[in-house]
Nanobody
Framework: QVQLAESGGGLVQAGGSLRLSCVAS????????LGWLRQAPGKEREVVSA????????YYADSVKGRFTISRDDAKKTMYLYMNSLKPDDTAVYYC????????????WGQGTQVTVSS
């Protein structure tokens, strides 16, 4: 069983930067996709970015392209989300989540970390 733990959230001014980390413990991550999802109050949860662990192929939501960068460190079993040029609309709880490649649903979740961007 894999467990995920996020860190790195906080309060930042618009235009600032943050780095989120997600440490995975448990099984190997080959054949899995890890993603960052976020949920703001009153809004649906959305996939912000994702990465295939084996190949490192990445996905970004249109709203964050050019501002966020996802990466992973296989040796540390850690995924990162570098967030630059942050906007108040980026305010949300950010979750690290995992799913098998080819599946639609993320089925392992971290506890979430709050990101607040002030204007």
């Amino acid at each position: 069983q894999v467990q995920l733990a996020e860190s790195g959230g906080g309060l930042v001014q618009a235009g600032g930067s943050l780095r989120l980390s997600c440490v995975a413990s448990g099984r190997t991550l080959t054949n899995y996709v890890l993603g960052w999802l976020r949920q703001a109050p009153g809004k649906e949860r959305e996939v912000v970015s994702a990465i295939t662990w084996s190949e490192g192929r990445t996905y970004y939501a249109d709203s964050v392209k050019g501002r966020f960068t996802i990466s992973r460190d296989d040796a540390k079993k850690t995924m990162y989300l570098y967030m630059n040029s942050l906007k108040p609309d980026d305010t949300a709880v950010y979750y690290c989540a995992l799913k098998r490649r080819g599946e639609a649903t993320y089925d392992v979740w971290g506890q979430g970390t709050q990101v607040t961007v002030s204007s």
